[in-house]
């Protein structure tokens, strides 16, 4: 992939989540660094020290089962030797990828990566306190709603007519009282 065809936008499109974690799989990767992807897991194997857990981890069996009945990644995980499932990495990972690599390209795509996960960043942040208004909006109008059938209930209160007690025409003698 020509670097000046990536973009932020395509980037994020290859950001997974798994584990609660944002990560982007070793293929995705080497693809963007412009590497094979056996060339980016020995680079990683040779500085194995720079890639702790939080920035690098091995799928599971069926983590990559998962993976491969999603249509997005489908193509690029089904040929994959199933002894050697995908590593992921975080954007702490990714970016010490470009390190490791030690080429232009991999500055230029390190920086872009980083700025894909900060906009996915700002856009959750965004989405989160659009959902807290929306929430506090609901609660108000949902006050309201019980003000105004409360109000409405008053009315029609105030609309029937009392009940009187209507008296008897003529006379009444003490007789017919008993």
Do not use: C, W
């Amino acid at each position: 992939m020509n670097p000046a065809t990536i973009n932020t936008e395509i980037i994020i499109h290859r950001i997974l989540i798994i584990r609660g974690h944002k990560v982007m799989l070793d293929a995705e990767l080497a693809e963007l660094y412009g590497v094979t992807t056996k060339a980016l897991n020995q680079a990683v194997k040779r500085n194995v020290q720079r890639f702790p857990d939080d920035f690098m981890f091995r799928l599971n069996g069926a983590e990559v089962e998962e993976l491969n009945r999603s249509q997005t990644v489908t193509g690029s995980q089904k040929h994959r030797d199933p002894r050697f499932p995908p590593f992921a990495f975080t954007e702490h990972g990714a970016l010490m990828l470009g390190n490791v690599l030690r080429s232009d390209r991999a500055v230029e795509v390190s920086l872009m990566i980083v700025r894909a996960f900060v906009q996915l960043r700002e856009a959750l942040s965004t989405h989160k306190e659009l959902s807290a208004k929306l929430e506090a909006l609901e609660r108000k109008v949902g006050s309201h709603d019980q003000a105004i059938a409360g109000l409405i209930s008053a009315i029609r209160q105030l609309m029937t007519p009392p009940e009187t007690k209507k008296r008897s025409i003529g006379f009444i003698s003490e007789q017919s009282e008993k």
